[in-house]
């Protein structure tokens, strides 16, 4: 045998391979210790405030159950004739609902799955209608009347009693309508499904398509009517009751005010002719709404679907690591990047210090102006950055090697790249749309204000102190520099603005182009939207409607 044929070596070649036998010894036994370190068995995971955020309810598998969770932050289902989705859900049919969806979401309503017709289409949509969706689209944004769209007239007459089913849809005081993907293993987005606020951008549409109707017409009254279920659709589908927005939701809440903002202060309020009780009740409305919901309030959203996806790799991917890593590929993951994920981490240290750099979004996102506010999210952005390059050199590789923690904040802040994004563009969509709200209720303060002295003083006031107290309470403040709305007295009108998200008052240049220095152009003007105000300028051009399609 072996140790026989070594025994008759001569001493010295005995001597070399004796010596290669320790080294080997002390190579596996240096070794050993370092690929258990590299490749042994990960901690286990905590539950806890720190790490999962939720903490309950659990899962089967012992790790928090977020959807459920999410669903017991919006609370129970109201009856279903409080709710305003059973009656949208009515009218506009189950859009991108598979089956087995309507199935289970009619069911959480308390609905018979049967969805009564006709179901209300888009008229752009919808052929038989004969109105393109460019005519559709531009009937949304400027008065018209029968002469200049028949037959979308025609399709508005149709439908009024599924229309005003949305009217009623809005003024409910519930909004409850959960998606299907609640119920499934694992969504990716555990909140709800896309289609819930695209929904409700079809009764935004709808609707800013009927008020200009009726604003072309000389119907106000009726025109306000649709106007306010927009705002009244924004403010249900941000509501505080229906627990944590996910990003879409809160884009799409945003972006319902602003189509009534539009309607409301450039359409509506241009028109000579409305009366004091119609201002009032404009008035009175908007301040019933209030300012929409902060940018913070849609943060716990945004920080439980980011951990749900990361406990997804970690509990429910097949393949162990190899599945780990293989699934970390889809968040475009370099190649040394993926080479930390086939070791052992503690999740543990990962989730706390994604949650930790969601605690400081939040709190500078409470902060008490813009300024610091938008301040401390871009230091905190170029904080993040740093650590990325700072992973980059060289001499942090090996103690990505040695040390189990060093190896899993590498991991944190390489999910953190890939999941979280940047939050400085959130918060200037949020103070746009309160500034839009500060614009258009200070705009129907002046239309109040001119009725009343229209036949002994000037058209409009000098100053926006006039209006305090009895059109309102108090100077609108302009939420991006924390100073009062910039306000001038034009010819026989006036220009309202806010400074935008730089800071600095352009001039009265307006971000859809249509008026620069003030003053309105006939043809939309380049503007860079990062370096311009949000203006309302009165009185507005009366333009004749021009189909798009006859241009």
Known sequence: NSVTAAATLPHRQRWWLDLRWIAAGVVIFSITPLLRLLFGPEPALRISRETTVIVEPLDDDGLPDYPAALLAMAGPAPPPEENAAVL???????????????????????IPPALPGPLLKEPGSDAATMVSHREFQAATERPWTGAD??????????????????????????????????????????????????????????????????????????????????????????????????????????????????????????????????LVQIRRDLETLGPPRSEADEIMSNRLATIDAVLHIFRRVPGGRGGRVKEFKQWTFTKQSELVFW???????????????????EAALR????????????GIQAGFRRDTDHWKQGSHRAMILVSLEYRSRFAAI???????????????LATRAHAGFELSRTAVALAEWRFDHE????????????????NLPAVPIDPFADVPLIYERRGDGYLLASVGQNGVYDGGLDMRGWIAGGEWYDTPQKVDRNKCDHVIRMPVPDRPFIPPDAR
């Open 88 to 110: 949208v859900l009515r009218t506009l049919g189950p859009m991108n609902m598979k089956p087995h969806g309507i199935s289970v979401v009619c069911a959480a309503l308390g």
């Open 149 to 278: 769209l028949a037959a979308l007239e025609a399709w508005l007459i149709a439908n009024e009693r599924l229309i005003d089913q949305l009217v009623a849809a809005a003024n409910m005081p519930r909004y409850w309508f959960p998606s299907a993907d609640m119920w499934r293993e694992w969504s990716g987005l555990p909140v709800s499904a896309y289609d819930d606020p695209i929904r409700w951008r079809t009764v935004s549409q709808v609707l800013a398509c009927r008020a200009m109707w009726h604003v072309g017409e000389g119907r106000y009254a009726d025109a306000w009517r649709d106007i306010h279920a927009i705002y009244r659709a924004s403010r249900l589908l941000s509501a505080p009751e229906r627990g944590p927005l996910n990003v879409i939701e809160s884009i799409f809440a945003i972006d319902h005010r602003e189509k009534a903002d539009t309607t409301l202060a450039l359409t509506l309020l241009a028109r000579p002719g409305l009366t004091r009780d119609l």
């Open 343 to 361: 070791t052992r981490l503690d999740w543990n240290e990962i989730l706390k210090v994604m949650n930790d750099d969601y605690e400081r979004i």
């Open 367 to 378: 902060l008490p102006t813009f300024a610091e506010r938008k301040s401390t999210l871009e």
């Open 414 to 428: 390489k999910i953190r790249d890939a999941l979280m994004g940047e939050r400085v563009g959130g918060l200037n």
């Open 455 to 470: 036949s002994d003083g000037p058209i409009y006031p000098d100053r926006l102190d006039d209006l305090v107290p009895t």
